[in-house]
Nanobody
Framework: QVQLVESGGGLVQAGGSLRLSCAAS????????MGWFRQAPGKEREFVAA????????YYADSVKDRFTISRDNGKNTVYLQMNSLKPEDTTVYYC?????????????????WGQGTQVTVSS
């Protein structure tokens, strides 16, 4: 069992930056691929970014490519999402997810564990 706790959300002006963190419990973090998703009220949860077990492979949704960067520190059991050039449409709840596999995934069903979410609000 893996527990995920997100932090780093908040209120920022358009064009600003935030860094989300996701701390994972357990000794097997290094064998999990990780992902970030987001979900606005009344909408389906959507993929944002993913990273494989080593950090050597990443993948992004087109809407965040070149603005967001996913990374991980296996020594700290933590995955990060650096968000730059934020836009009002990035406003929503962001969720961290863990996948019991070395390779990254992009679908909701690819992931086995989820955090509780952290709110990001971008003002115009």
């Amino acid at each position: 069992q893996v527990q995920l706790v997100e932090s780093g959300g908040g209120l920022v002006q358009a064009g600003g930056s935030l860094r989300l963190s996701c701390a994972a419990s357990g000794r097997t973090f290094g064998s999990y691929a990780m992902g970030w998703f987001r979900q606005a009220p009344g909408k389906e949860r959507e993929f944002v970014a993913a990273i494989n077990w080593s950090g050597g492979n990443t993948y992004y949704a087109d809407s965040v490519k070149d603005r967001f960067t996913i990374s991980r520190d296996n020594g700290k059991n933590t995955v990060y999402l650096q968000m730059n050039s934020l836009k009002p449409e990035d406003t929503t709840v962001y969720y961290c997810a863990a996948r019991r596999a070395y390779a990254l995934g992009v679908g909701l069903k690819d992931y086995d564990y989820w955090g509780q979410g952290t709110q990001v609000t971008v003002s115009s």
